[in-house]
């Protein structure tokens, strides 16, 4: 089975830093998806941004990018210039399949992350 | 526009009741799913449902049951065997290469 670890349940940042939140995972697999969803005081899961394991390029959305290191099972959110919109719950989340999986997706316990401004 | 709908958006169980929580999509997809989302926890697979008239337990099945008549629409019943409901309720679909679409939940509460 997956496990999907985010070993910070909470950080807090001044707007405009830039701030990274960490997501560990386990898995046999060599073929893989990994994601980050946020999920705003709303609680609707928006998704931020998502990395295929077979690309060595780290994905990048505007202000959002990943570390993305396959060999440690590590997969790091970095969102630069932070803005107190992206004050929410972030996911950290892992599935075999690109979409229409048998098992869905694994989620890590989230970080709430706090922009102070 | 496409998407995911579910209902009702709070939902109140006396005890020993059972309820029905509604997901319905429109995008076409596949594959849906149920997660329980409690503070600290995460979300968690409750079923999911590959194709219709199929469905597949979980991680924390005990206390619920599901049923997939047609592709559009999943429902979720919650069963008095389900000793701790109060959570948040997320529905999802997906379809390969596209990824996943979440609605925007249901709050139940046992009073």
């Known amino acids: 089975a997956q496990t999907v670890t985010q070993s910070q349940p909470e950080m807090s940042v001044q707007e405009a830093e830039t701030v990274t939140l960490s997501c560990t995972y386990d898995t046999s697999e060599n073929n893989y998806y990994l994601f980050w969803y946020k999920q705003p005081p709303s609680r609707q899961m928006i998704l931020v941004i998502r990395?295929?394991?077979?690309?060595?390029q780290n994905a990048t959305e505007n202000r959002f990018s990943v570390n993305f290191q396959k060999a440690a099972k590590s997969f790091s959110l970095k969102i630069s210039d932070s803005q107190l919109g992206d004050t929410a719950m972030y996911f950290c989340?892992?599935?075999?399949?690109?979409?229409?999986?048998?098992?869905?997706?694994?989620f890590g316990k989230g970080t709430h992350l706090i922009i102070q401004p | 526009d496409g998407g995911i709908t579910q209902s009702p958006k709070y939902l109140f169980r006396k005890e020993g009741q059972n309820v029905t929580l509604s997901c319905e999509q429109n995008?076409?997809?596949?594959?849906m799913y149920w997660y329980r989302q409690d503070p600290g926890q995460g979300l968690r697979l409750i079923y999911y449902s590959q194709i219709v008239n199929d469905f597949q337990k979980g991680d924390i099945a005990e206390g619920y049951s599901v049923s997939r008549e047609k592709k559009e629409s999943f429902p979720l019943t919650v069963t008095s065997a389900q000793k701790n409901p109060t959570a948040f309720y997320l529905c999802?679909?997906?379809?390969?290469?596209?990824?996943?679409?979440f609605g925007s939940g249901t709050r139940l509460t046992v009073v």
């Open positions: 999802a679909s997906s379809t390969p290469g596209y990824g996943y679409t």
């Open positions: 995008l076409n997809h596949d594959a």
């Open positions: 990395q295929e394991a077979y690309k060595q």
């Open positions: 989340a892992f599935t075999i399949n690109s979409g229409g999986g048998a098992d869905g997706l694994t």
